[in-house]
């Protein structure tokens, strides 16, 4: 089902980039507790996706590839208002190293569907990262809240007891509206570092059906370098994998 996109201007996407959230949103009719009908629609999508996922109507490939697609087509001031960000932003202590994460639910927003999917937000400060870490059995996605971050993911191409086999994907800067996606297929690792204070990811995940689901594995991907570009991932404990990655 296609959507309209209703892009951000590149100002407001600066202004995003380096402001806070509440001077953009000032101006705008933010109505606090109702879902804004791109928002809905983009909810409703995403919920029939996930149902169809987990239906087996829709592989995980595919079903990345389209949570890719959607992501590029959210409207981000009504992402921001669905999660109640500056409200969000105030009341988080960021921590010192490592990341944030505060569940949010979208389901309770009037006009809302009933989800299918879980929904939250990691916050940063500058400096700190959402540590290298894989995922088994789920599709994530993350949406630029706010702040510039460096992103990076890699392919799992293989899977050991105490490593995983690696291989870079994607190394660039992300801003307000910037998305990525994992799953078992392609780009299952990432980490994010935000390179400015109060930054935010926006993020969806979705267990594949039958499986458990979603579990973090956390990594070193400063590993010993093999044949084509390949890395050997030693899995780290979190707390080790925060020490070191975690700004
Ligand atoms: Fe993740």
Redesign the pocket.
């Known amino acids: 089902m296609p959507f309209p996109r209703r892009a951000l201007s590149s100002q407001a996407l600066a202004a995003l980039a380096t402001a806070g959230l509440a001077q953009l949103l000032g101006s705008r009719d933010v109505v606090a507790g109702a879902v804004r009908p791109a928002l809905g629609a983009w909810l409703e999508r995403l919920t029939e996706m996930t149902r169809a996922l987990r239906g087996r109507q829709l592989g995980e490939r595919e079903f990345q590839g389209l949570l890719d697609d959607l992501c590029g087509r959210v409207d981000l001031v009504d992402l921001y208002a669905a999660v109640d960000l500056d409200a969000l932003a105030a009341r988080t202590s960021l921590p010192a190293t490592g990341a944030r994460s505060v569940d949010v639910d979208l389901a309770a927003l009037v006009g809302a569907p009933r989800l299918g999917f879980g929904a939250r937000v990691f916050g940063c400060r500058r400096g700190r990262a959402?540590v290298p870490?894989?995922?088994e059995d789920?599709c994530?996605a993350?949406i630029v809240l706010a702040g510039r971050w460096r992103g990076r993911h890699y392919d799992r191409a293989e899977t050991h007891a105490d490593h995983y086999v690696i291989r870079p994907t994607i190394d660039r800067a992300f801003g307000p509206g910037d998305h990525s996606s994992?799953s078992d297929h392609r780009d299952n690792v990432?980490w994010f570092q935000a390179e400015t204070d109060g930054a935010f990811v926006f993020?969806v995940?979705v267990a594949c059906p039958g499986r458990s689901g979603g579990a973090?594995v956390y990594l070193d991907p400063d590993g010993e370098r093999l044949a084509g570009g390949a890395i050997r991932a030693p899995k780290l404990s979190r707390a080790a994998c925060v020490a070191k990655y975690g700004g």
Do not use: A, S
Request: hydrophobic share 35%; charged share 10%.
């Open positions: 959402i870490h894989g995922h789920l994530t993350f994992v990432h993020n995940h973090r």
